[in-house]
């Protein structure tokens, strides 16, 4: 069973930057397609980024795109995102999450993190 802890979480001025870490163990981590999924209050799970295991080809969100940028680290176990020109739309629990198969683009992930939150205030 993969293991995700997610950091780097906070309170942050609109236009402001922060970068999450995710750190995995107990899997193979180079094997699995990463994303990052947020959730804000009232709304349903929404796929931000996520980074294919093979290619390392990324994809973004539209409300995210130029903005955030997610990365991975194989040696590490670890997969990133970093974040700038924030908005308070983006004020939401932001999960890290893994899974087996090739699509990248989708919120059925198959392992998640507990969820950093992310507060952006205007």
């Known amino acids: 069973q993969v293991q995700l802890v997610e950091s780097g979480g906070g309170l942050v001025q609109a236009g402001g930057s922060l970068r999450l870490s995710c750190i995995t163990s107990?899997?193979?981590?180079?094997?699995?397609?990463m994303g990052w999924i947020r959730q804000a209050p009232g709304k349903e799970r929404e796929f931000v980024a996520g980074?294919?295991?093979?290619?390392?080809?990324?994809y973004y969100a539209d409300s995210v795109k130029g903005r955030f940028t997610i990365s991975r680290d194989n040696a590490k176990n670890t997969v990133y995102l970093q974040m700038n020109d924030l908005k308070p739309e983006d004020t939401a629990i932001y999960y890290c999450?893994?899974?087996?198969?090739?699509?990248?683009?989708?919120?059925?992930?198959?392992?998640w993190g507990q969820g950093t939150q992310v507060t952006v205030s205007s």
């Open positions: 999450a893994a899974r087996a198969g090739v699509v990248v683009i989708t919120t059925r992930y198959d392992y």
């Open positions: 980074i294919a295991r093979s290619s390392g080809s990324t």
């Open positions: 107990r899997g193979t981590f180079s094997t699995y397609t």
